[in-house]
């Protein structure tokens, strides 16, 4: 590359995406710059060429290209412009040997270069010249659609992509496309199944092996998908039960033929072969977890769906054989996981290339046969049984750490811990469980807190453990080892980790007893952890007796949802597959893997990045570790340990942190931070030589040990990337232009340094001091606190390796500010550190680290020195607990140093711009937090040394971990005002009370009393010192009031500051906290003399104990709230002054009905005050008024279970609870109605009673009797009117008269109904003597309750809510205001719930709101807008007048409906009615003064000129309208509501004459018109000659049937459709209008009806109109029609009716 220049030459015209290249490591080396015009964005390398992406996507390549037929030679010296994708935009470029591969924007592939072995996934062709796109589609789906592709990698043979989906698909040669095929080369790109339904991160091609980077599938609380029983392959049962002598063995050792894993149970040249036995995230699909043969390695059980193997075959090498040829064969011996201790039975699975058969050698029983067995078993007894096998659990139990190795041929007997699943294990659990019973008499022994461990992916700890048992163990691997091995192995593990088998990353063997045991009672608990971990129990561990815990917190918190927060995840998965000759799979095996199998080493290493060499791979860290494995020829692994089929971690000095790797043909490069400021490089593996030294294949050279500084890092800049290929390193590097490339640098580094940091406090403190046993006991109250704060710096320490990851990621790809995740989500951070401070706080305060001194004394020795070394703690001499505390506060500084990086950032920037505002504002958020947050500390820090200052009872109960002390008065600064002189008062003041103590003088330190005052209901006022000169305060509390005396008007202020303030932040919520800087709250001065709380009342008689929440104002309770009671009484309502006041719900328990009283309604004054509804638990309820909680005023009581089938109602007057006045009971059951007067619960005075059988009293009433005078009617007519003893009973003197008129006078005994006892004088009366008859309907009513008297509570309550004492009495206006606050009060509750409201009531309210105005007399026009407004008013029940109508109308339904609806009630219903007129009216005239009194003229509007015609005739009959009356105004209001029960009155009243007059009628109404118009003697002249029908003119003729008058017919029709008597009579002057009308026609010249002409034609038109009820209408009229229209025309019209009816009732038909 001539043109090339060397690093050391400035070339000022790019800035970034510079490119440097170089070999190997030598001090004479000299990196060489690529020169481009545009910068490099991405650039990958192959054997012997080069592939640049550059900035606008285009592509570049360099080196050897051999397939460039054009080109004279085949070595590019410059980068060649690959011209055929220019027209696309290239977004990934990737290299393999010989060709290479680019993915575009719309994920489209093209790929050029060797083709031989298919690689390029183009059939037909073995070199492709120029980028060809090559097809990826996915032909499952039908119609089958093209997939589109993220990024891809290119091996020697093979190419991998990754799609969109985050599935891998493959195409090329060999068994490292992970394909289930023998068939090579693979043209077409296909899925590899055994990753499909997994989410991959990343793939990368060795030369015959492949790599990828896996996220972990959700914890099973995230994804609960059903479990599977059954391969979803070969549909083989995957769980199988033997019977074996005396062992029952319950195995998962399937072996699925289509898909196999094979493992080497030989520990070749491996003695850390068992530390592969860690087991691994399962797949999110995953059947079951993976049985561990201690022996094997212990592959992931894998998806049946994606056809992939499902358990390990271990194969195991005879000593003889020779090591595996490089092919992907599988070969050796396997046995097939249900071999038991005693007797090993093996099968042989033989394979070529890369397929895999296997033969199946064990019986799989049936349900059947398991269902049999297990009954046999649960027949037997067990205690033998379980006495054998207890030895064997010792050799089935395996570490709990890992790290431990085994190898033994023999397996052990396995039973899985399993999570609940399909169909058939599920019920071989259960009846497992059952048969076994209570014998298995093990506890499972709870987790302490040293056991969190178990939930813990295992870190550096972890790591170090492996290599000491490294050393310590021979370098030769056992063949095979004795049972007592295995137990002496695993007893000494136990010992060193203190900590007998427990929960682990291990899924180990259990005998199936315990395990199910274990399974079916422990389930509940089991499931946290298996979220995590598979649990392994020991038989130690299950007999060991269970002591009761705090829930463990798992140290790498789930906390944060990741997909909220963009970050990437950290917990992942390696996966490898292809061939492993050199080890490259990392599996500590060097057999090949025909498909994808799971490194379990990786298992909670938090994975970031892979890298694969030609046959070495590299993994690096989010805590920026490499591990590396495979090929070491050259020492590319960066170090010597071996075996190095498997992990190891490379060699590097302490604080160097890898960001970035590269794996080439025999070496490495790492990209990591250094203590300057630049990235720097580190290489390892082969020294190349010089070219013009170099021969072919003679490069044995130099290589390196570990890992060396390549010397010229630092002219190269700011390194963003690294990669490598062939024998080339290249790297891309930016300049630093203002400076902004070195403080990004600086910002990851940080992260990146920082997370290492808090990995390294869990790993090397906390994970060894939880292993502790003794420390719960050593914590005693505050183990739940460090778990606590365990948890959050789980949660802050996953959130930072998160943010590293994703700034590391940022550094590779960015170019500005733009998804920098500390800018976006700054509130998680912010709220992270918040809740991890509150969780340090805490724990400070309760004394949390004073009590782990000893037990880190314990662990780490005398010193502690890892603690030392861990805080960086520069102060001498202090304490272990103050060294603890700096270090738990670290991650506080961290904040400060956010602060100052983004601020650095944002000075690369122009202070006008956007970035610069966003990172300005960013980093003063987390400047003001870290201030915030020291605040706290430091509260927290004066909270522990007043506590240790002030031991004692007292101070011990008010500690608590959230509590934080503002300020106290020992220095005597505040005293309370009018205290005893010997009494001592001390005032606390935390973030949410205020306490007072008190005691006496000679002992300061011993107070006997002391209260608390939550502070969110404590009110502060300061007292002028004016007149007093006194420095005060005073505080109010819900029951107590007391005035403090500072001793200066300083320390007044303070206190009265601290207060006010500690009362906002209590207020807020925000508790210890105080006021985050993030929220951007600013302090108020004062607190809120308005506020909500809630508190428990302790003094005040009636809420003793009680605790309200809800609104107060100045220490009483005020607006909405609830009051809970501890007998289960609650309020529900308004209160004001401390007291319920306005409406309000309240339920009582009652605990002999075993249901709840219940009122709802208005309270006042803390009572029941109002209209309100009162459920009883009897059933009973009551709706009506009440007054200091009695019931009081109009109520109605309906008692029985249900309102329906209610057996009585009562509707009336309450006074003091009792029934006093007058009333109405319903006794539904006896079927009476009594409407009278009452006493003191009981029927006293007058009254009716009415039964369903047609009896009819009125009299007298005492103490609850018919007693006195009284009348009595039966159905027939027979009258008893006299003296009354009893109900019904008959004593005394009296009249008994007969329907025929005959009458017995004299004294009567006995009950009506029954034999009456009778000694008088019988009556016949003369024909003529008539009068007795009319008496006694005379007589009726007298002795009733006059209807003035009748529901006067009813109305008193509507004067009363208009503001008046008594009816008239009080202001008019007041009156008014009153209804608008009624209005008002019941809008703004109607707002609340508007549901309740119909549009068009919303409407009606509204104009309600207008008072009709006027002034001077009332005119007409006046008068209608009062009338308008009235019928509003009564329209809705929010209105005064609209309530007392709806009241009315209830009670006078209630009265009259039902038994009843006598007729003999009907005088008093007519009564009532009027008498509502009247009293209406009253309040009408009240409301509107001015409105002339009954009967009085309106007054006239003012006339220019008045026709006298008009006034002629107002003179002759003054119409209705200008005459006031109640009814004209009223009754249209009224009536209509009224209308059904007084019409059935008239109705059964007139009964007998409406029978008589409609069977004539109905007789008359057979004749054809004229026959009847000339039978009732109509004029011929007014005979219509011609009627109109359907629009046309028809001839009257003898046959005409009801044609004539028929309009006028059809108008008085219209009567019954009408309510009120002035409608009625509008409807007879219509008819008459149209029978004149009709006669006009008819005689066409004018004249004047005579009554001798008009009634018989009004006659035809009564008849003809057949109107059923016509009597009661008449009746309805007369009674009720307004008094001044009786002698005008209507008058006239009316009686022209009634004489028609009397008329059609005598008419006889000749």
Not at 394 to 405: F, G, L, R, T
Not at 1199 to 1206: E, Q, V
């Amino acid at each position: 590359m001539e043109k090339q220049k060397s690093s050391g030459e400035e070339d000022s015209s790019l800035e970034t995406g510079l490119l440097h290249t170089w070999k190997g490591y030598s001090y004479s080396t000299t990196p060489e710059r690529v020169l481009l015009s545009r910068p490099v964005i991405q650039a990958a390398l192959g054997a012997r060429h080069g592939v640049l992406l550059v900035e606008g996507g285009q592509v570049y390549s360099f080196g050897e290209l051999p397939w460039k037929q054009n080109q004279a030679t085949s070595v590019a010296s410059e980068p060649v412009l690959e011209a055929v994708l220019s027209e696309q935009r290239v977004v990934f470029v990737a290299a393999g040997s010989a060709h290479s591969g680019v993915v575009t924007e719309d994920g489209g592939v093209h790929m050029w270069g060797d083709n031989s072995h298919g690689q390029c996934g183009l059939l037909g062709l073995s070199v492709i010249p120029n980028p060809t796109p090559v097809g990826v589609v996915d032909s499952e789906t039908t119609p089958s659609q093209s997939v589109k592709i993220l990024e891809m990698a290119c091996g020697d043979q093979h190419t991998l992509a990754l799609s969109a989906k985050h599935e891998v698909w493959a195409w090329g040669s060999g068994c490292q496309l992970g394909l289930n095929t023998s068939t090579f080369p693979v043209w077409k790109p296909q899925k590899v199944e055994c990753l499909a339904g997994k989410h991959v991160l990343q793939v990368d091609c060795g030369a015959s092996h492949s790599l990828a980077l896996v996220r972990c599938p959700p914890s099973p609380q995230e994804s609960r998908k059903p479990l599977v029983d059954k391969c979803g392959h070969c549909h083989q049962l995957l769980y199988t039960m033997t019977d074996k002598e005396d062992h029952v063995i319950i195995s998962d050792g399937h072996h699925c033929p289509l898909g196999v894993e094979v493992d080497s149970t030989e520990a070749k040249s491996d003695p850390d072969q068992g530390s592969l036995s860690k087991q691994g995230r399962n797949s999110p699909e995953s059947s079951v977890t993976s049985s561990a043969n201690p022996a094997s390695t212990t592959p992931p059980s894998s998806t049946p769906a994606t056809e992939c193997q499902h358990h390990s075959l271990a194969s195991s090498q005879k000593p003889g054989e020779p090591a595996m040829k490089d092919s992907c064969g599988l070969g050796g011996t396997v046995t097939n996981g249900e071999v038991c201790v005693e007797a090993s039975e093996t099968t042989t699975i033989e394979t070529d290339s890369c397929k895999a058969t296997g033969l199946k050698s064990s019986p799989y029983p049936d349900e059947q046969a398991v269902k049999a067995y297990l009954k046999r078993l649960s027949d037997h007894s067990l205690v033998e049984h379980t006495a054998k096998t207890s030895s064997t659990l010792h050799s089935a139990q395996i570490s709990s750490d890992p790290a431990v190795c085994f190898a033994s041929e023999p397996f052990i007997p396995v039973a899985q811990s399993v999570t609940p699943m399909g169909s058939a294990l599920n019920n071989l659990v259960a009846s497992c469980a059952s048969a076994v019973g209570e014998r298995v008499a093990s506890t499972y022994e709870a987790l302490s807190l040293r056991k969190v461990i178990g939930y813990w992916v295992p870190g550096e700890g972890r790591e170090r453990l492996e290599e000491r048992l490294r050393l310590e163990e021979p370098m030769q691997g056992k063949k095979s080892s004795s049972l007592g091995d295995i137990r002496e192995e695993e007893a000494e593990l136990s010992r060193r980790l203190s900590l007998p088998g427990l929960l682990s990353q291990g899924t180990h063997a259990l005998l199936l007893l315990h395990s199910v045991y274990h399974l079916y009672n422990a389930e509940a608990e089991v499931k946290a952890m298996l979220s995590t971990a598979t649990p392994e129990v020991s038989p130690r561990l299950l007999r060991r007796t269970s002591r009761t815990r705090g829930r463990p917190v798992p140290l790498t918190s789930g906390g944060i949802s990741e997909s909220d927060a963009h970050l990437p995840s950290l917990q992942t998965e390696v996966w490898s597959w292809g061939r492993g000759q050199e080890g490259q799979l990392g599996h500590g095996d060097l057999l090949p893997r025909p498909q994808p199998v799971c490194i379990k080493s990786f298992s909670g290493k938090e994975v970031l990045r892979v890298a694969a060499g030609a046959s070495h791979s590299l993994a690096l860290t989010t805590q920026s570790q490499v591990f590396s494995w495979g090929c070491n020829t050259s020492g590319q692994l960066g170090h010597m340990e071996s075996p190095t089929n498997f992990p190891h971690l490379t060699k590097l000095s302490e604080g160097i942190r890898v960001w970035d790797i590269g794996a080439g043909q025999q070496h490495t490069l790492l990209l990591a931070d250094g203590d300057c400021m630049q990235p720097i490089l580190y290489y390892s593996g082969k020294q190349v030589k010089e070219e013009q030294e170099e021969t072919a294949e003679e490069q044995t050279g130099k290589y390196t040990q570990q890992p060396v500084l390549l010397p010229f890092c630092m002219n190269l800049g700011y390194v963003s990337s690294v990669c490598t290929g062939g024998q080339t390193c290249a790297a891309l590097a930016d300049r630093n232009v203002m400076g902004f490339k070195s403080s990004l640098h600086e910002l990851a580094a940080a992260e990146r340094k920082y997370y290492c940091k808090l990995s390294n406090i869990k790993n090397l403190l906390l994970q060894p001091l939880l292993k502790l046993d003794s420390l719960s006991s050593a914590l005693g109250q505050s183990s739940g606190l460090l778990q606590n704060l365990i948890g959050r710096l789980g949660r802050l320490s996953q959130l930072t390796g998160q943010n590293s990851a994703s700034l590391t990621s940022f550094l590779r790809r960015s170019r500005d500010i733009r998804g920098i995740v500390l800018l976006d989500d700054a509130h998680l951070f912010l709220d992270t550190y918040s809740e991890y401070c509150s969780a340090v706080g805490d724990f400070l305060v309760m004394g949390g680290f004073q009590a782990l001194v000893k037990p880190c004394q314990d662990v780490f020795g005398k010193g502690a020195d890892v603690v030392q070394r861990l805080s960086e703690c520069s102060e001498e001499g202090l304490a272990l607990a103050d060294i603890l505390a700096h270090l738990f506060y670290l991650p506080i500084k961290h904040l400060h140093e956010y602060g100052r990086l983004l601020l650095k950032l944002a000075s690369c920037y122009d202070p006008s711009s956007v970035d610069y505002q966003k990172l300005q504002d960013a980093s003063s958020k987390y400047e003001s937090m870290a201030l915030h947050l020291k605040r706290r500390r430091k509260e927290a820090e004066y909270t522990l040394h007043f506590w240790k200052s002030f031991p004692g009872k007292m101070t011990d109960s008010l500690r608590k971990a959230s509590r934080r002390l503002v300020c106290e008065s020992s220095n005597k600064a505040l005293t309370l005002q009018n205290a005893g002189r010997f009494s001592v008062n001390w005032f606390m003041l935390f973030n949410d009370a205020l306490v007072h103590a008190q005691g006496m003088v000679p002992y300061k330190s011993f107070f006997s009393t002391h209260h608390v005052f939550p502070l969110a209901t404590l009110w502060v006022e300061p007292v002028s010192e004016d007149n007093t000169g006194l420095y005060g305060l005073k505080l109010t509390s819900p029951e107590e009031s007391f005035t403090l005396l500072a001793s200066s008007s300083a320390e007044k202020a303070k206190w009265l500051r601290s207060i006010n303030q500690a009362v906002e932040q209590a207020l807020s919520g925000l508790g210890h906290d105080g006021i985050p800087p993030s929220t951007g709250l600013t302090q108020r001065a004062d607190p809120p003399i308005s506020r909500t709380a809630s508190y428990t009342f302790y003094k005040d008689s009636r809420l003793k104990e009680a605790t309200y929440e809800g609104r107060w104002v100045s220490g009483k309770p005020h607006g909405r709230g609830v009051v809970k009671w501890p007998d289960g009484r609650m309020y529900t309502g308004a209160f004001k002054n401390g007291l319920e006041d306005g409406f309000g719900d309240y339920v009582v328990p009652n605990k002999t009905q075993n249901t709840c009283d219940h009122y709802q309604g208005q309270w006042k004054d803390g009572k029941m005050h109002g209209f309100g509804t009162f459920r009883y638990a009897s059933g009973e309820v009551y709706e009506g008024s009440f007054q200091d909680n009695m019931r009081h005023g109009h109520g109605m009581l309906r008692s029985g279970k249900l309102n329906s089938t209610s057996p009585s109602v009562f509707i009336g007057q309450w006074q003091y609870d009792k029934k006093s006045g007058y009333g109405v009971f319903d006794d539904i059951t006896r079927g009476e109605k009594y409407m009278g007067m009452w006493l003191d619960d009981q029927r006293q005075g007058n009254g009716v009673v009415v039964t369903q059988f047609g009896l009819y009293y009125e009299g007298a009433f005492s103490n609850n009797k018919m007693m006195g005078t009284g009348v009595l009617l039966s159905e027939d007519d027979t009258t008893f009117e006299g003296e009354f003893s009893e109900d019904w009973t008959l004593n005394g003197k009296g009249v008994l008269t007969m329907p025929n008129g005959d009458y017995i006078e004299g004294s009567f005994n006995g009950v009506w109904g029954t034999g009456l006892k009778i000694s008088g004088s019988y009556y016949k009366p003369s024909l003529y003597d008539s009068d007795k008859e009319k008496t006694h309907f005379n007589k009726l009513g007298r002795l009733a309750v006059h209807s003035e008297e009748k529901w006067k509570a009813v109305f008193v309550e509507c004067w009363d809510r208009l503001g008046c004492d008594s009816p008239g009495q009080g202001e008019t206006s007041t009156a008014w205001d009153n209804i608008a606050i009624a209005l008002t009060v019941n809008r703004r509750q109607q707002r609340d719930s508007p549901e309740l409201l119909s549009r068009s009531h919303h409407k009606t309210l509204e104009s309600l709101e207008f008072i009709p105005q006027h002034v001077g007399p009332v005119t007409l026009e006046v008068y209608h807008t009062i009338r308008r407004y009235l019928v509003k008013a009564c329209d809705t029940p929010l209105h005064p007048l609209g309530r007392l109508v709806e009241t009315l109308v209830s009670v006078y339904r209630m009265t009259y409906v039902g038994v009843g609806a006598n007729r003999r009630l009907l005088p008093q219903a007519v009564n009532e009615i009027q008498s509502y007129l009247s009293r209406i009216f009253q309040l009408v005239r009240f409301l509107f003064p001015d409105l002339p009194d009954e009967g009085g003229s309106l007054a006239e509007p003012r006339k220019e000129k008045t026709d006298t015609d008009t006034t002629g005739k107002l003179l002759e009959s003054p119409k209705p309208g200008c005459v006031v009356s109640s009814s004209a105004l009223l009754l249209p209001v009224l009536l209509p509501r009224l209308y059904p029960p007084l019409f059935t009155l008239y109705a059964l009243d007139k009964e007998k004459e409406d029978d008589v007059y409609w069977e004539c009628v109905i007789r008359l109404n057979k004749q054809p018109d004229l026959a009847l118009l000339a039978f009732l003697g109509v004029q011929q002249k007014f005979w219509p000659v011609t009627v109109t029908l359907h629009g046309e003119k028809q001839q009257v003729l003898s046959n005409t049937k009801d044609a004539c008058f028929a309009s006028a017919v059809e108008t008085l029709q219209q009567i019954s459709t009408t309510f009120t008597p002035s409608d009625k009579l509008q409807v007879i002057q219509l008819t008459f209008e149209e029978i004149t009308q009709e006669v006009l026609a008819l005689l066409k010249q004018d004249f004047l009806w005579s009554m001798d002409d008009l009634f018989p034609v009004f006659l035809f038109v009564v008849l003809r109109a057949r109107i059923r009820n016509l009597g009661s209408e008449v009746s309805l009229i007369e009674d009720l029609m307004d008094p001044c229209v009786q002698h005008g025309e209507h008058g006239i019209m009316f009686t022209t009716l009634k004489a028609s009816y009397y008329q059609i009732q005598h008419e006889k038909v000749t």
